[in-house]
């Protein structure tokens, strides 16, 4: 029973580069969530989604970040044109169908980019 | 979103019994209490949750004041793998339900 898988676990990308984080849900699980945390700050929510859908991009940047659930295969946040102050530790979680249970959502192991 | 709030840090010694509290004093009727707790280079991870009545489970149990505007996580016997920061949390499910993390509650353990 596996849980969030991340991959890349480390990533390192010069600047104006793009990069590419990818996020399989837990088996079962219909929603993802994106996180960012800076170094030495909390973790801070970017977007959730569904399959195909975005459900609230709130937490996402206006310019260079984009997030997708594709019908299949994993989530997908992508950076484009990395700065250095895109450097952080991105984490992707996952939960079954919303509603009034209370589901618990599942983290993974983290991204984390480092801009050169 | 409704606040969470909770002390910066707290130290407790190794066998010994952990209470961390979290005030939630605008909680609505739809938000669940979740804990979360965070070690070192790696992601959230999952503790306990819970609506209105004392939740346990194998990791900690979760005490929840009668009128939900106050709730306590328990540790009942610290270890040194239990250093990590504590995240109280509100979650409405009705809403986005998303997970809004505030700064926690970091946890040193001695031996």
């Known amino acids: 029973n596996a849980g969030v898988m991340q991959n890349p676990r480390h990533l390192v990308r010069r600047r104006g580069q793009e990069a590419r984080l990818r996020c399989s849900p837990m088996k079962g699980h219909s929603h993802v969530y994106w996180y960012r945390q800076l170094p030495e700050e909390g973790l801070k929510f970017m977007v959730y989604l569904q399959k195909e859908n975005i459900i609230d991009e709130s937490g996402m940047p206006k310019e260079r970040f984009s997030a997708e659930f594709p019908k299949e295969g994993p989530s997908i946040l992508r950076i484009q044109q990395v700065v250095r102050g895109d450097s952080a530790a991105y984490f992707c979680?996952?939960?079954?169908?919303?509603?009034?249970?209370?589901?618990?959502?599942?983290f993974g192991e983290g991204s984390w980019l480092t801009v050169v | 979103d409704a606040k969470t709030t909770q002390p910066n840090s707290m130290e407790s010694n190794e066998e010994e019994p952990v209470h961390l509290p979290c005030n939630h004093s605008t909680i609505s009727g739809t938000d669940y209490i979740h804990w979360y707790r965070q070690l070192p280079s790696q992601g959230p991870e999952y503790v306990i949750h819970g609506l209105t009545s004392n939740v346990n489970n194998r990791m900690a149990s979760l005490a929840i004041a009668e009128d939900r505007k106050s709730s306590t996580l328990i540790l009942h016997r610290a270890t040194l793998r239990d250093a990590a920061v504590y995240y109280c949390i509100l979650r409405d499910v009705q809403d986005t339900d998303k997970l809004i993390f505030g700064t926690g509650t970091r946890l040193q353990v001695f031996p």
């Open positions: 979680a996952s939960s079954q169908s919303t509603g009034n249970s209370g589901n618990t959502i599942y």
